[in-house]
């Protein structure tokens, strides 16, 4: 008999959690609106951010053209390396003593 009670109880228990549990989970909950972020400046930084790191600051400007145009030379592509200091002859960046220092440097039969 004492089984019997237990028993009893325990269903009676099992059932109430199982009947509340149906109910709150058949439940809306009204969404809440998000805000569309469309501007990288409207993301938030944190102490963990990489966009408010120095080093993400670095802008195109900073780069010169005759390490970019290294690059192109270190893995065998001459022409994209012409190009690039051409395009910075051109737009006065370098001069044509630093074109012609750089391609005696990385060109000895120039």
């Known amino acids: 008999m004492k ?18 549990g149906m109910y709150f989970s058949g439940r809306k909950r009204p969404k809440k609106a998000r805000k569309k972020i469309t501007r990288p400046s409207e993301f938030p ?11 993400a600051m670095v802008g ?6 005759q390490r970019e145009a290294e690059v ?6 001459r022409r994209e390396a012409e190009q690039v200091l051409n395009t910075a002859l051109r737009g006065k960046k ?4 630093e074109v012609t220092a750089f391609w005696k440097r990385y060109d000895p039969a120039a």
């Open 72 to 77: 192109y030379m270190t893995y065998g592509k």
């Open 60 to 65: 195109q400007e900073q780069f010169s053209p």
């Open 3 to 20: 089984y019997a009670v237990t028993a009893v109880l325990f269903l009676i228990t099992f059932g109430a959690c199982f009947l509340l």
């Open 94 to 97: 370098v001069s044509a003593e």
């Open 45 to 55: 930084l944190s102490a963990f951010s990489v966009l408010d790191h120095p080093a």
